[in-house]
Structures are given as C-alpha cells and as structure tokens.
C-alpha cells in the first residue's frame, strides 16, 4: 500500500506546482483509498502507435478509421485533427485493431498530445483526447468505426483534456432529440454529453495558464464482476500529474473500440490538437491485426472477350493539395497464382480518384485464378510496408443446365434517422443482404447507381475540389468496406446515379458544366454542378474496370463517358448512361414550369403535352450503340440484357393533390392488402419516362434485340412490360429495390386498367404512366407494414410476387416460355420469361391445348415447338424441311448446295453513321416464318433469326451473319443492283460466330 501510494501517485503530486496550493495531509486518506480502487498496472505486452515512419498525408494508416477523412492527416511524424468549426464537433479516429473485451480485466492507455498551435486560444468547448467503449461485440467494429459527432446508444464514453487541464469522463450513449433525417450537422454543447460522477472526489483543476505544450493523458480500466472502473490522469512530459478524474460504469460503456477524439469548440478555434504514441496494454484488450483497412481498399473487374479489366481502389496517400503529384508513388502491382505465384503488369495510381486500372487484353476465363493486388505503401525509415489484397478471377461459368445470376442491387445508404450506434440506427454493413446475395453466388453483380449518397451521415463538404473529392472518399470508402467481399471474386458492374456525382437529380446536358440561372437553380438549368476534375474522379472510381467506351470518351465541357458492351458467358450487355445526355425538363419543357423534374404549372398534362423529338435522352451516339448492339449476336451471345440507371416509365405514383414526391416519406404506411384512394400516376422526369420521343427509341432499340432491362434508382421494385404501339409488345423492366428505402415510393394506381388479369392484384394490368407511356405491370413491392427492423431503413417493402398474364388456352405451361403466334405469315413470337414464373406473355389462341398436349386449332395436328429451358429462354422451332439446313451448319455442304431456292438469304450491306454493316434479307419461307420481336413499331422492327452457318471446309470456322430490321427489306429490294462490292453470299465468313438464339439447341 505505501509503495503504491509513494511511487504511483504522492511523489507525481509532490512534484506537481500546481498542486502546491492542495494540502497534501489532507489528500492521504483521498489517495490512499484511490490506490486501493484503481486497478494494478498490467504486465503484458504493451502496443504503441506512433507515426513516426508516416509520409505526411490525408490517410492516416491501415490501422485507423477516420471521421471524417478530411479532418485528419499526419503532418510532421504525428496525427493532427484539422476540424474546429462549431458543427463539426467530436471528430473521432477509430484504433481498428484494437478493443476492449467484455470478459474481467484490466487495460492501461495512454497518449500524448497538444494543441497543434500552443499559442492560439481555442474556445471553451474545446477539447482532446480518448473514446473509449463505443459499441461492442455485439456491432460490427467497421459500424463502431463511424461514431462520432453526436452521442447515442453505444456511443461509448469520452475521457477528455479541457483546455483548462481538467479531465472528465462522459457518456456517448444518450440520445439527442432532433437528430436530423439525412446527415448529423449541428452543434453539441457540454450539457448533452454529460459528465459521469466521480466515484472520489477529484481535486480542482490547475490555472489554464498551466496547461503545457504536449500532455500525457493515461487511462486505467478495471473490469469486475458487475461495474467496470476508470481512473484517468493527465501528466506534464516529466511526469507530474496535473489532474485527474475516477468513475464507476456499468460494462455496456466500457467495452468497445479505442479512438482518438478531439473536438475543437467555436469556429473561430483556428486550430485542432494532434496525437501521438498512443501506447495500449492489458489483458482487457483484444487484438485483431486482420481488421486492417489498406492501403487497397477493394477491387472490381469484368471479364469478357474484350479482356479483363480491374480497378483497385486506394485511399489518399499524399497530402491535400498534392493529389495530382501521385507519379512519386510505387506502381499497383497485380499478382496471379497460374501455376505459382508472378507478377504480370503493373499500373499507376490515379491522382484525385486513387485508383490503379489494369487491362489484360487476353485471359485465360476456362479456371478460376487466384490474384492480389500488391502495393510498396511509403514509408519514412525503415522501407516500405507492404500490403495485399487477394481475390479470384472467376472462370467464365458452365450455363448447362442452370440460369446466369445477376445479383442486382441500388440506392445503399447508411444513415435513415433515429440515429444508435449500432444496427438498430445505421444501415452499415449490410451483412444480411451480402449474405443472401453470396448465397446465390451471382455470376454478375450489377450496382446500377447511387452507391453513395452524397449527404448521407455527414453533409457535403465541397469547400473546393479538394474538399469534395475527399468528402466522397469518405463516403465511397465506407462501400469498399461494405461490398468488397462480394466485389473481389465475381464480375461487377458499376454505375454512378445522380447522387454519385453529388445531385439530387441530374440532367447532364451532353456533359456541360451548370450554371445557374435567373429564377433556375443549377441542378436544373442542366448538366453537372460540380467541375470534371471531381465527376471524372468519381467515373474512375465506378467504371474504369468497364471495357473502353464505344462512344466519345470526352463529351461537352471535359466528361467522360462509360456507355459500353459486355459478352459476358454468352450474356450480352449494353451499359447506358441516362443521366449524361438527358435534357433538363425546365429547359426543354418550359411550359410545364419543371422544378426538379416535376410540372408545377396549373392545368399541365404531361400526358398530352407535346415533347420535341431532338429533345435527347440517351442522345445519338449511345442510340446507334444500342442499334448496333441489338443486331449484334457475335460471341455466342444467346441472351442481351440493357443496364441502365432508371427504368424508361414512371411506375409509381403519388396523392393527385401533390406537386411532387416529397410527400413521399411522410405517406402513411399501410397495412398489407390496403390500397390508398387518390394516387395517379406520377409525372417524374428524373425517371426515363421522359422525354417520350426519345424513350420510344430506346425502347424499340431494346426490343430489336430481345433485350430485358435492369435498372434501379426508383426504390420501389417493379416488374412491368413495355408497351409502344399497344400494351405489351416490347420487352420487360426490372427495377432492383433499393438497398435502404429511405424513399418508400409506391404504385397504387387509383384508375381502372385497360385490362387486368382475372385474379390479379388491384394494382397490376395495362396503365399509361405519368407521361402516356404504355407498362403492362406485373408486380411490385409497395410499402407495407411488416414489422422488419431496421424500420427506418427498409421503410417496409414487400415482397415482389410475380403475376404473369395468362394465355386464353388452359393447361401447364412451359416455364419461361411464351405462346407462338402463327396467324401472321406464319411469323412467330418469342418473348421472354422471368425466373421461370409462368409464360412471359399472351397467347393469340391459334395454339390450344388437348389433353395436355399442345395442338394447332385449324388441323388439330401435334405442334411442332419445341420449347428450351428457362437458361435459354426462348422458343426453338423445328421444321423437317431444314433437315438440310442442319447438314450444312453441320459441315456437310454450303447453305445454297442442295437447298431449296427459296431457303437461301442473301445478303446486302448498308452504310451507317459507324460505317458499312452487313444485314440479311428475308428468304423464310411462307410456312417457317421469319421471327418477329416482341412488337413493332411504326410497322417496323422485325428481327430475323441468324440462318444455320456453315463449316468452312479451309478453316473449321463457323460464320454467320449478323440480325437484320425489316427496314432492310426495302433496303434490299432498293439497293443499288449495280454495284457487286455491295452482295455478297448470305454466309460469307466472320471473324467470330454469330448464332441467334433460336437457332441454340
């Protein structure tokens, strides 16, 4: 007892000048009752952490979080916090590795620490040094990483150096009232973080005038069998204690991670404090070395016959202001385990984006190959300190006998309201749903936009440029973290949304830079608000792994651009970008007096309203891309999917009396199978319901190639057939629901349908949107009260139940297969079925079924269709009369030797805006009929199947020739006859076989 009481705490007092003015004989019964409280120091290994081989930075280490990741940096060999403005109080920098456990025992921790300018008067909120005990094992330590700024539930506690001297121990867990919905932006006084009671009576604080330049604060923390004590000191560099504080803790507050905090009082504080060798030891520790985060934070790639493409992304690694200097910076190296472990390229890091993209031309896709993405991560002394970060090229997958997985997902964000520090408060991470998705195991991954919402958690800090791209680092980081299990070993695709970008809606006005005008914000003269640097950051970020754009790569004012194709195991996929090129509805349509995409003037009908068609959407370049595409069925492509950002119709709907859908997250929420009165459908531009002209295009570009489109944003999950010339003649949308509903939109039409099926629900059948577009609506997940927690998040979607139209015939159907329709030109109809849910579309009734068995009404012969699985998709006709058809796509003669005339195609070439493409004319006969799309419009649109290709005896190669338009029958029949270089055999070779699906066995 008086060794402890001479060596741990009289001698440091004695020494102490300001505790001269303390009468020591009176503190004896004070100190010795305090050495028998506190805990006995610990003799385990210590860890200490200091920064004295860090670079001068933004990021701050592998072993740290940040919050934000602007407020910190390390700047002369230690950690300094730069934000002191009065909104932005309780920075944090969260010890990954690092926590104390729940089970009994004791832990010491310490650090030093200072103003990072001694002789500036900070104000009288200012303060500096530990959180300790926020969350627990019971939170996911990366959601434990984001507290900061404002305290609630498993908030943990803070013990802090006011500037005064004085050290206090205070609670993080209680609530405050008015936390805001989308972003923690507000002052937090002392009162509302409130000081826990000493357990003994601690000694008046020293003069402020006796604080010195750099202070030790320590903490000791004994876990019992009920309470947990903390004592806490703060020393001068020689030791002497200056003052300290004890409590008494319930164990919820004294379990959790370790951070860094500092908070830096009124805006007029010109600077923060900085830390250093923050030094942990105790068996109440735990340690975990694999929470490390960096210096790679995630990677994505795509696979395909343009290659491989990856991007791994970094944090920043050089300081504020120096970001375009990154040539000083090691090359990203990318490793691969093919038979034994070999570096094959290397790439640079990107300045502002801090991403390294690599590009391997050819690949092996028949096996999975492990890789890692390796980086030298700079260092002061003692050379560099490496890093890896593994994953697994996947081998292009074998689709017999199952489906090609697209996990499809949208609209993440991470705080919904009603802030706790823990699951129950914030959206992150989201381990259910990364979970389930990987227990799908998707071939693809497709995130179609707003993986980041720009005022999510903590607002937007857009300063400058640097500001801004640090602000979305921040932010995107906190995704890498989320996803990149999912990311590292499976082709994804990413898009960037309006928020993405920083927009609440974006018109991007072929890629001009905003300005505001006269009565019109910025966001809605059109194009981008924020400068190229920023928005081409964000691209490289998403979309640099993407094959190379099949569009000007730079458009308006310096954007760049994505728009591409991707043969992915046969599945064609066509990425578009809606936002880039669309117009703004307050420019293009000024009668409709547009405010962030929705009418406001009295007596506008967006419905019959007239749209210019020059009024662009996807704009000229990405129209001819899709054109081409659609016809384009190279590379065994047997199946095209449209990924887009929003869906090409508004399919959801708002209160007739409401202007726009912010009345959306004040709509009650309804129990299930109630249906509101009143709602119509709603006239949102910011959906590619508008503008239609353009719409129709994209539409029918779809249409020429069978495609299916997935898209997002919208938040609600809809399943709806378009329509062009008549309800459900063009293909099917599939709207992702979003990730957090924060945005609860519903469709809950009030009017009656033109049609609906028997036995549907009320809210399905053919309906004209908000803009008089035609959508066959089969299903979607309108809000509901379920009980679901997080509440604030899933804001209660149901679950989309799929309801098909049924054909007019009874019977079993073929899973995912329609009917044939033989009445016109014996042509038939293939459409495509969703997840096998029953026949994707209506029967005309020249098929019925007797006794099971389809049969043709007018002979009441057996049908000759023979339908393929769900895989394919699609209807297979067979026809004895192509029996020598067959022989010679077997290699047992030319199409042409032996084939009767009227079964041979020829072929005319026709130039286009991209060149000479090659197309076919019809030469079906009568009786077999040529294919036509899911519907036509302006009487044209139909699409022939690709005839049987031959074996060209020289080579072994099959060959075939591209999907041609029905306008190419006239093109045919009114080609110049006089010029030979523009004919040629129907089955001239190709590059690369070109097999329609319908001609797939």
Same mark, same amino acid.
Not at 683 to 691: E, L, S, V
């Given at each position: ?813 073929? /899973? #995912?297969?329609?009917? $044939?329709?033989?009445?016109?030109? *014996? %042509? +038939?109809?293939?459409?495509? @079925?969703?997840? &096998? ?100 419009? /302006? #009487?044209?649109?139909? $699409?022939?199947?690709?005839?049987? *290709? %031959? +074996?060209?005896?020289?080579? @072994?190669?099959? &060959? ?42």
């Amino acid at each position: 007892m008086a060794g402890c009481l001479y060596n741990g705490i009289l001698t440091p007092l004695r020494k102490a000048l300001p505790m001269r003015r303390l009468k020591i004989p009176r503190l004896l019964p004070l100190l010795a009752a305090c050495c028998v409280w506190l805990p006995t120091p610990v003799a385990t290994a210590q860890t200490t952490l200091d920064f004295d081989t860090t670079p001068d930075r933004v990021w701050i280490g592998r072993d740290f979080w940040a919050n934000r990741l602007q407020d910190w940096r390390v700047a002369d060999s230690r950690l300094e916090c730069t934000e002191t403005r009065r909104n932005m109080p309780f920075r944090t920098a969260h010890l990954l590795t690092h926590a104390l456990g729940e089970t009994p025992g004791s832990a010491e921790i310490s650090v030093r620490l200072g103003q990072i300018d001694p002789d500036a008067q900070p104000g009288s909120d200012a303060a500096a040094g530990l959180l300790l005990g926020a969350g627990g094992t019971h939170v996911d330590h990366r959601l434990t990483a984001q507290v900061h700024h404002v305290p609630a539930e498993d908030g943990g506690l803070y013990v802090l150096v006011a500037r005064d001297g004085s050290v206090t121990i205070r609670r993080n867990d209680q609530p405050l009232e008015n936390t805001p919905l989308w972003s923690i932006n507000r002052p937090v006084s002392p009162d509302e973080v409130p000081v826990i009671a000493p357990s003994i009576a601690t000694p008046d604080a020293p003069a402020p005038e006796a604080l010195p330049e750099e202070y030790t604060l320590t903490v000791r923390i004994g876990r019992g069998e009920a309470r947990s004590r903390i004592a806490a000191s703060v020393a001068d560099s020689a030791g002497t204690i200056l003052h300290f504080a004890t409590a008494e803790v319930e164990h919820g507050l004294a379990d959790g991670s370790i951070a860094l905090a500092a908070t830096g009082g009124t805006a007029g504080s010109p600077t923060g404090y900085w830390f250093d060798d923050l030094t942990i030891a105790g068996d109440l520790v735990r340690v975990d070395t694999a929470r490390a985060f960096g210096p790679v934070l995630h990677t994505m790639y795509t696979r395909g016959i343009h290659g491989l493409g990856i991007t791994a992304q970094f944090p920043p690694l050089l300081p504020m202001g120096a970001g375009t200097d990154t040539a000083t910076l090691p090359q990203a190296e990318l490793w691969v385990d093919d038979d034994g472990w070999r570096r094959i390229t290397t790439a640079p890091i990107q300045p502002d984006s801090w991403t390294a993209h690599f590009r391997l031309p050819e690949w092996d896709t028949s096996r999975d190959i492990p890789y890692e993405v390796r980086f030298a991560e700079p260092t002061t002394a003692g050379g560099p300190r490496g890093g890896v970060y593994a994953g697994a090229f996947r081998a292009t997958p074998d689709l017999a006998g199952r489906e090609y997985v697209i996990g499809s997902l949208t609209c993440r964000k991470v705080y919904t309201g009603g802030l706790k520090w823990n699951s129950g408060g914030l959206w992150f991470p989201s381990t259910d749903l990364i979970h389930h998705v990987r227990a799908h195991n998707p071939d693809m991954l497709y995130f179609s936009g707003d993986q980041i919402y720009e005022g999510d958690l903590t607002p937007v800090d857009a300063r400058n440029a640097d500001f801004v791209c640090l602000d979305y680092l921040y932010k995107f980081s906190r995704w890498c973290w989320e996803f990149g299990e999912l990311t590292r070993d499976r082709p994804t695709i990413t898009l960037p949304d309006d928020h993405d970008v920083y927009h609440g809606n974006l018109w991007g006005a072929g890629g001009t830079h905003a300005k505001a005008r006269p009565g019109i914000s910025a966001q809605d003269a059109g194009g981008y608000k924020h400068p190229p640097r920023f928005v081409n950051a964000v691209h490289r970020t998403l979309v640099s792994h993407l094959p190379a754009p099949r569009i000007d790569t730079v458009v308006g004012d310096g954007y760049t651009t994505y728009a591409t194709t991707i043969n992915d195991a046969g599945v064609s996929f066509a990425v578009v970008s809606d936002r880039m090129f669309k117009a703004s509805p307050t420019i293009a349509a000024p009668e409709g007096k547009y405010v962030n995409g929705w009418p406001q003037a009295d007596g506008y009908d967006a419905r019959t309203a007239p749209t210019d068609p020059e009024v662009p959407l996807l704009g000229a370049q990405q129209e001819h891309m899709l054109h081409d595409w659609a016809a384009d069925w190279s590379g065994g492509a047997w199946m095209k999917v449209l990924l887009s950002q929003s869906p090409f119709a508004g399919a959801h709907t708002i209160p007739a009396s409401a202007k726009s859908d912010g009345v959306v997250p004040g709509l009650a929420r309804l129990a299930p199978g109630a249906y509101p009165p009143g709602d119509m459908p709603s006239p949102d531009a910011d959906t590619n319901g508008w503008p239609q002209p353009a719409r129709h295009r994209a539409v029918e570009a779809m249409r020429r190639g069978f495609a299916f489109h997935l898209n997002g944003d919208q938040h609600l999950a809809t399943l709806f057939r378009h329509g062009l010339d008549d309800w459900g003649d063009a293909g099917y949308s599939f709207s992702a629901p979003a990730i957090a509903n924060t945005w609860p939109r519903r469709w809950f039409p009030a009017e009656e349908p033109a049609r609906r099926e028997e036995g549907a629900p009320r809210y399905t059948g053919d309906y004209l949107d908000g803009f008089g577009n035609r959508i066959t609506m089969l299903a979607a997940a309108n809000p509901v009260l379920s009980g679901a927690e997080p509440a604030a998040a899933l804001r209660q979607g149901s679950r989309l139940q799929h309801h098909p139209p049924r054909p007019p015939h009874t019977g079993d159907h073929v /899973r #995912g297969v329609a009917a $044939v329709d033989r009445s016109d030109r *014996a %042509r +038939r109809r293939v459409l495509r @079925g969703l997840a &096998g849910d029953g026949p994707a579309g209506r029967q005309r009734g020249r098929l019925v079924d007797v006794g099971g068995q389809r049969r043709e009404r007018r002979t009441g012969r057996p049908s000759r269709i023979d339908c393929q699985t769900p895989r394919r998709g699609f209807a297979a006709v067979h026809d004895p009369r192509l029996r020598r058809l067959r022989a010679a796509r077997a290699g047992r003669g030319p199409v042409g030797v032996g084939v009767p005339q009227r079964l041979h195609r020829r072929c005319v070439q026709r130039r286009s805006r991209q060149g000479v493409q090659r197309h076919r004319t019809n030469g079906l006969p009568r009786h077999h009929g040529g294919v036509e799309p899911l519907a036509r419009a /302006r #009487g044209r649109g139909r $699409v022939l199947p690709t005839p049987p *290709a %031959r +074996r060209d005896p020289g080579s @072994g190669v099959r &060959g075939s020739v591209p999907v041609c338009s029905e306008d190419d029958f006239q093109t045919s029949a009114s080609a110049d006859r006089d010029s030979a270089a523009r004919r040629g055999p129907c089955c001239s070779r190709t590059a690369a076989p070109q097999h329609h699906p319908l001609h797939r066995r």
